[in-house]
């Protein structure tokens, strides 16, 4: 993996932010998430540095905290400058507990409960993403209830749908998510919330993919949500400021992928805008991205002792490790790709073509089915990259296996950001 804090130090172990990974294992156990926070910092950074000098500052970055979610990383955010996007009330709660700005928030999800939009709304949620009329219905009558106003976006379909390799113009219209601009369900949906006395309809939202590696979509999407603006605009007068254009910007998890530098999107996409406001005479959005993916993934490793090495002659080697689906459902869910080293022989060449499997009791519980390491064995540690979203946040208790601590490494330091799970945790909700 060619990364600027990846290395091989004189005992052959893999380094990763500056720490050797093989001690890390040694100190923390495995399985272990590690995750770079300079490199976090550095990207979200990035993504605000790049929304100021493309678009001089008129928008907001919200990390989609879907794919990490844990105090710390809220800090980090807050820290950092920008915003967040949730999608949960846990989600919700969590940034709360970690003293984040509520004004920053997107509120996302196409079934909030009663419940988690009275919470929301007494958080003091800057935008919460409304996704059906029944959401506006209750929005209202829970706002009215409460003396307030709701700040709102509305979800919309805007009928482009990416995939890592190519996007449909006019799909994307059977989903669970949204309001069809296409149906005039999107109009209608304006219509309803202006309606309302008690929500403050900002703008529009969509999100077309996630492990998007083209611009091309991003531009689209931008060019169709602000020729419904301008439509919102000739049918009802009202001039809407804010456009969330979601997130989906792609990393790499091997060699073939190659990511766009992310700035670009930035760059791309205000171009766009630029250009369409011109054009239909709107003035500029404020615009909100919500990368989440690619503020963590490419930061995080996850460390494994291996176990069991079960040849089958003639058909495949098993390298079994001491995690697997619970901490990483990618492979098992999506045939998600990872590349591996083994940490403690990291300076070997990868002979050995061989089959990850985790510990659980599914023959379906894999990480790799054809993955390239080093020779190696029971005993040996070996990492997986590019596992810092959608990881830990969709680790689960199969089987009653704990799930695994997270050890940030910053600027020489490392410290926990979420401790191991416990025995005792597995059975602390058991009456
Ligand atoms: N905003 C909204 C409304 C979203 O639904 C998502 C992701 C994002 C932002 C962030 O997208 P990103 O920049 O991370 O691509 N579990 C899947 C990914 C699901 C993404 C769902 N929505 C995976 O492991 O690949």
Redesign the pocket.
């Given at each position: 993996m060619h990364q600027d804090n990846i290395s091989i130090n004189n005992r052959g172990h893999l380094v990763f932010a500056g720490f050797d990974t093989v001690e890390l294992a040694r100190e923390y156990g495995t399985p272990l998430y590690v995750m770079d926070e300079r490199m976090i910092r550095d990207t979200i950074a990035m993504y605000r540095v790049s929304m100021e000098n493309y678009y001089q500052g008129r928008g907001l970055v919200c990390y989609?905290s879907?794919?990490f979610s844990c105090k710390h990383i809220y800090r980090v955010c807050r820290e950092e400058g920008i915003g967040a996007?949730a999608?949960s009330m846990g989600e919700l709660y969590t940034a709360m507990e970690a003293g984040f700005d509520p004004a920053l928030i997107?509120y996302?999800g196409n079934n909030k409960t009663p419940a988690e939009l009275e919470y929301a709304l007494d958080c003091g949620v800057g935008r919460i993403?409304a996704d059906s009329f029944r959401e506006l219905d209750l929005l209202e009558e829970i706002a009215a209830r409460k003396g307030r106003k709701a700040g709102i976006l509305l979800?919309l379909c805007p009928g482009i749908e990416a995939h890592t390799h190519d996007f449909i113009r006019t799909g994307g219209i059977d989903s669970k998510?949204g309001f069809a601009i296409e149906l005039g369900i999107a109009l209608e949906a304006v219509e309803h919330a202006l309606s309302k006395p008690h929500l403050e309809l900002r703008g529009v939202?969509a999100?077309i993919?996630?492990?998007?590696f083209q611009l091309e979509p991003f531009r689209r999407e931008a060019e169709v949500l602000m020729g419904f603006l301008a439509e919102v605009r000739a049918k009802t007068g009202a001039v809407l400021s804010d456009l969330n254009l979601?997130?989906?910007?792609?990393i790499r998890y091997t060699q073939a992928d190659d990511p766009v530098p992310y700035g670009q999107y930035m760059e791309a996409v205000t171009q766009t805008l630029k250009e369409t406001c011109a054009g239909l005479d709107y003035p500029l959005p404020f615009v909100i991205m919500?990368?989440?993916?690619?503020?963590v993934?490419a930061a995080g490793i996850t460390l494994y002792e291996i176990g069991n090495r079960r040849e089958i002659p003639g058909v495949r080697t098993y390298l079994s490790v001491d995690g697997g689906m619970t901490d990483n459902i990618?492979y098992a869910?999506?045939g998600?790709e990872y590349t591996f080293t083994v940490a403690n022989r990291a300076g070997g060449d990868k002979t050995l073509t061989a089959a990850i499997a985790g510990r659980c009791c599914e023959s379906g519980d894999l990480l790799a089915k054809e993955a390239r390491v080093q020779q190696c064995g029971p005993g040996d540690i070996l990492a997986v990259f590019s596992t810092g979203?959608?990881?830990y946040s969709?680790a689960s208790n199969y089987n009653r296996v704990p799930r695994p601590p997270v050890v940030m490494l910053l600027d020489g330091t490392a410290h926990l950001a979420v401790r191991r799970e416990s025995l005792a945790d597995l059975v602390r909700n058991d009456l």
């Open positions: 989609a879907k794919a996007d999608v997107c996302h993403v979800r998510f939202h999100h993919g996630s492990q998007i979601g997130g989906g910007f792609g919500e990368p989440g993916r690619s503020i993934g990618r869910l999506y998600a979203a959608y990881n969709m």
